[in-house]
T-cell receptor
Framework: DTGVSQNPRHKITKRGQNVTFRCDPI?????LYWYRQTLGQGPEFLTY????????KSRLLSDRFSAERPKGSFSTLEIQRTEQGDSAMYLC??????????FGQGTRLTVV | AQSVAQPEDQVNVAEGNPLTVKCTYS??????LFWYVQYPNRGLQFLLK??????LVKGSYGFEAEFNKSQTSFHLKKPSALVSDSALYFC???????????FGTGTRLKVLA
């Protein structure tokens, strides 16, 4: 499968714990994006990488959130000291050349 | 503030009838416009985009969309709906000079047999 891969697919964590999600983009795609989707809403932009450089971050991305793409390939999104309001679907997407992005199936986070 | 509106939470249409899913946007400049579809337990799938040129763009699975600059609208259409088209549809806008999407809240399409 050459699509965008996200792991884990589901994560349940206790409030206050740290979590990390991984995204493997389509091979050779230089742009990688993270979005968050809550129930009944469209995805909201969190951050964007071109190769290993993080070029844009949303104000939604509080200090508890950090994203990396160390070698310009896979990316990780870490949430520290999780809160119940962090419960959402976290989507990763990638693109190359064309403006349209290709999305993974997402990681569903539940904070209890 | 930049925004995308999908005024209908749900659209019901009989199989074989034409369908329209509405989208309007409030974004300055000349943004790129997109439609995505989301099936249960699957990621968002790209349907079509408008960059420039002909106001009617054709995409996957027989869908098309009509761009209207004066009304800042980008409505999704299909001449003959299928039951398998039932899904959640998102309109998205990419403002000029960025690579990030602004999504609408989605419209659930139900095609009835």
């Amino acid at each position: 499968d050459t699509g965008v891969s996200q792991n884990p697919r589901h994560k349940i964590t206790k409030r206050g714990q740290n979590v990390t999600f991984r995204c493997d983009p389509i091979s050779e795609h230089n742009r990688l994006y993270w979005y968050r989707q809550t129930l009944g809403q469209g995805p909201e932009f969190l951050t964007y990488f071109q190769n290993e450089a993080q070029l844009e971050k949303s104000r939604l991305l509080s200090d508890r959130f950090s994203a990396e793409r160390p070698k310009g390939s896979f990316s990780t999104l870490e949430i520290q000291r999780t809160e119940q309001g962090d419960s959402a679907m976290y989507l990763c997407a990638s693109s190359e050349g064309l403006p349209e992005a290709f999305f993974g199936q997402g990681t569903r986070l539940t904070v209890v | 503030a930049q925004s995308v509106a999908q005024p209908e939470d749900q659209v019901n249409v009989a199989e074989g009838n034409p369908l329209t899913v509405k989208c309007t946007y409030s974004v300055s400049g000349n943004p790129y416009l997109f439609w995505y579809v989301q099936y249960p337990n699957r990621g968002l799938q790209f349907l079509l985009k408008y960059i420039t040129g002909d106001n009617l763009v054709k995409g996957s699975y027989g869908f098309e969309a009509e761009f209207n600059k004066s009304q800042t609208s980008f409505h999704l259409k299909k001449p003959s709906a299928l039951v398998s088209d039932s899904a959640l549809y998102f309109c998205a806008v990419m403002p000029s000079g960025t690579y990030k999407y602004i999504f609408g809240t989605g419209t659930r399409l139900k095609v009835l047999a």
